[in-house]
C-alpha cells in the first residue's frame, strides 16, 4: 500500500494504537494544565494547591480517555477508508472526523450524529488545509528556465584541479613552482646511438689523481 508525503505516519495496524496513545497523551497534558487552574480557582483559601491537584488526579485521565476513545475511533475509519480506496489523501482524514464525530454522538440522536459529523469533517477540513497551506508555503520554489539553462551551461566534466578545488601545497614557493627544475649535472659518459662514451678529462683527472694507470683498455 502506497504511502503519500501527507499521510506520513505509521502504517495501518499500528497506527491506531499509535493515535490513541498520542490523544491520551495529549489529553492528559490539556486536561492537567486546564483542571490545575480550574481546581486552584474553585479550592476555599488556603488549599489551592490541593485543590489543584486533586482536580487534575480526578479530572484528567478522563479528559484523556476522551481523547484516547476519539483517537481510535477516527484511525479505524482512516485505516478503513485507506484500504476501500487504496489510496491516502486528506479526503480520507475528512470523512474519517465527520465519521468519527457523528459515531460519538449517536446515541443523543439521528440530529445531534449528524451535527457533530458536520463539525468533525469542518474541523479536520481545517486542519488539513492549514497543513497543506504550510508545507506549500515552506517548500523550496520550483527551478526556472535560467536555472535550467545555468545549470547545463556548468562544466560538470571538469577535473577536481580546476577551479581552486585543489589547494596550492604550502610548503612549495611561487618561485620553485615556476622555474623549471634544474639540470641534472654531467656524467661521465653519454649514450648516443647505443653505444657508451666516456669521457677523456673524467680519465685523465682520475689518472692525475691517483697516480697510475689503472685503466686496462687504453687511453
Same mark, same amino acid.
Not at 485521565?61 to 475511533?73: E, M, R, S, Y
Given at each position: ?27 492528559? &497534558?490539556? /486536561? ?7 481546581? *486552584? $480557582?474553585?479550592? @476555599?483559601?488556603? =488549599?489551592?494547591? %490541593? ?43 475528512? &470523512?474519517? /472526523? ?7 454522538? *449517536? $446515541?443523543?440522536? @439521528?440530529?445531534? =450524529?449528524?451535527? %457533530? ?45 580546476? /577551479? ?17 627544475? %634544474? ?37
Amino acid at each position: 500500500m502506497g504511502r503519500s508525503g501527507i499521510a506520513d505516519r505509521e502504517p495501518c495496524p499500528y497506527r491506531i494504537i499509535d493515535d490513541i496513545g498520542g490523544a491520551f497523551c495529549m489529553g492528559c &497534558i490539556g /486536561g492537567g494544565i486546564w483542571h490545575s487552574v480550574k481546581g *486552584a $480557582r474553585l479550592a @476555599p483559601a488556603g =488549599a489551592r494547591m %490541593a485543590g489543584s491537584m486533586s482536580a487534575v488526579i480526578a479530572r484528567s485521565p478522563v479528559l484523556g480517555g476522551q481523547f484516547a476513545v476519539w483517537g481510535g475511533l477516527f484511525a479505524c475509519c482512516d485505516c478503513t477508508l485507506t484500504a476501500v480506496r487504496q489510496k491516502e489523501d486528506p479526503w480520507n482524514s475528512i &470523512i474519517s /472526523g465527520a465519521a468519527t464525530g457523528g459515531i460519538l454522538a *449517536a $446515541r443523543a440522536g @439521528p440530529r445531534a =450524529a449528524a451535527s %457533530a459529523a458536520v463539525v468533525g469533517g469542518v474541523l479536520l477540513a481545517l486542519i488539513e488545509g492549514m497543513g497543506i497551506m504550510i508545507s506549500r508555503a515552506l517548500a523550496p520554489a520550483p527551478p526556472t528556465a535560467e536555472d535550467y539553462e545555468r545549470a547545463m551551461q556548468q562544466d560538470v566534466t571538469a577535473p577536481p584541479t580546476m /577551479g581552486g578545488l585543489m589547494p596550492r601545497n604550502p610548503f612549495m614557493s611561487s618561485a620553485s613552482d615556476a622555474s623549471p627544475p %634544474a639540470s641534472a649535472p654531467s656524467q661521465p659518459y653519454m649514450e648516443t646511438d647505443g653505444s657508451t662514451t666516456f669521457s677523456k678529462e673524467t680519465t685523465t683527472s682520475s689518472n692525475d689523481s691517483s697516480g697510475s694507470k689503472w685503466w686496462p683498455f687504453g687511453k
